[in-house]
C-alpha cells in the first residue's frame, strides 16, 4: 500500500506564500505522472496542478503564473509552490498519483 505524506500547510495571508511537500512511498514513483488537488468548503474537488513523468507542466487557469509544482524523483517527493496566495486558494490540498491514490489532504488557509 502507498503512503503518503503531505507537508507544509497552514495560515496566510493574502499575498503570502507556502511550499507543500508529499512525499510517496511508491517504488515506481519515476513513471507516475503527478497532481495536486484541491477542495474548497461547499465545492467540488478540483485539479491545480499536474507534472508529467517527463516533467511537461500544466495549470488550473486560476492559479497560472503563481502555483509551480516540481517533482524530485530520488526522493519520490512532489511539490507545490504557491505565491500569491488569495483567500479563494484556501482549502484541502491533495496529492495524487495515479488512478485512486490520493494523500491524506493537507489545510491551506488564506486570509484577507
Known amino acids: 500500500q502507498v503512503q503518503f505524506v503531505e507537508s507544509g500547510g497552514g495560515s496566510v495571508q493574502f499575498g503570502g506564500s507556502l511550499r507543500l511537500s508529499c512525499a510517496v512511498s511508491e517504488s515506481s514513483f519515476s513513471i507516475f505522472a503527478l497532481a495536486w488537488y484541491r477542495q474548497a468548503p461547499g465545492k467540488q474537488r478540483e485539479m491545480v496542478a499536474t507534472?508529467?513523468?517527463?516533467?511537461?507542466?500544466d495549470y488550473a487557469e486560476s492559479v497560472k503564473g503563481r502555483f509551480a509544482i516540481s517533482r524530485d524523483n530520488a526522493k519520490k517527493t512532489m511539490y507545490l509552490q504557491m505565491n500569491s496566495l488569495k483567500p479563494e486558494d484556501t482549502g484541502v490540498y491533495y496529492c495524487?498519483?495515479?488512478?485512486?491514490?490520493w494523500g491524506q489532504g493537507i489545510q491551506v488557509t488564506v486570509s484577507s
Open positions: 507534472i508529467s513523468l517527463g516533467g511537461r507542466t
Open positions: 495524487n498519483i495515479g488512478i485512486g491514490r
